[in-house]
């Protein structure tokens, strides 16, 4: 699966983006999804998973309470809605695809299989 994330921008800390992930493929339904990011100089990080039926959501502690993910089978498309902005939040965030990935490990990137080329977020404080 070939996967195109967009949406990314500059905003004001407070305001919102939207996050798109587009997937190329017949089988989107079958992988379950996450959102990683990587601020400059620093590791990428788990932010957000969804499982394939879109039953079971995961979230990065810091996070948890913002940002609202969602996927649209149907469409092929994965979304990560992100409110009360923070400068912190800066950073190119990856959407990426994987099979079968154990409850516990959806926070590894190691287990995803598949990513997108990465949008870049800026909040400005």
């Known amino acids: 699966v070939q996967l195109q994330a967009y949406g990314g921008g500059l905003v004001q800390a407070g305001g919102y983006l939207r996050l798109s992930c587009a997937a190329s493929?017949?089988?989107?339904?079958?992988?379950?999804m996450g959102w990683f990011r990587q601020a400059p100089g620093k590791e990428r990080e788990f932010v957000a998973a969804i499982s394939w039926s879109g039953g079971t959501t995961y979230f990065a502690d810091s996070v948890k309470g913002r940002f609202i993910i969602s996927r649209e089978n149907a469409k092929n498309t994965m979304y990560l809605q992100m409110n009360s902005l923070k400068p912190e939040d800066t950073a190119v965030y990856y959407c990426?695809?994987?099979?079968?990935?154990?409850?516990?490990?959806?926070?590894?990137?190691?287990?995803?299989?598949?990513w997108g080329q990465g949008t870049k977020v800026t909040v400005s404080s």
């Open positions: 493929g017949r089988s989107f339904g079958s992988y379950d």
């Open positions: 990426a695809a994987g099979l079968n990935i154990a409850t516990m490990r959806v926070l590894i990137d190691n287990e995803y299989n598949y």
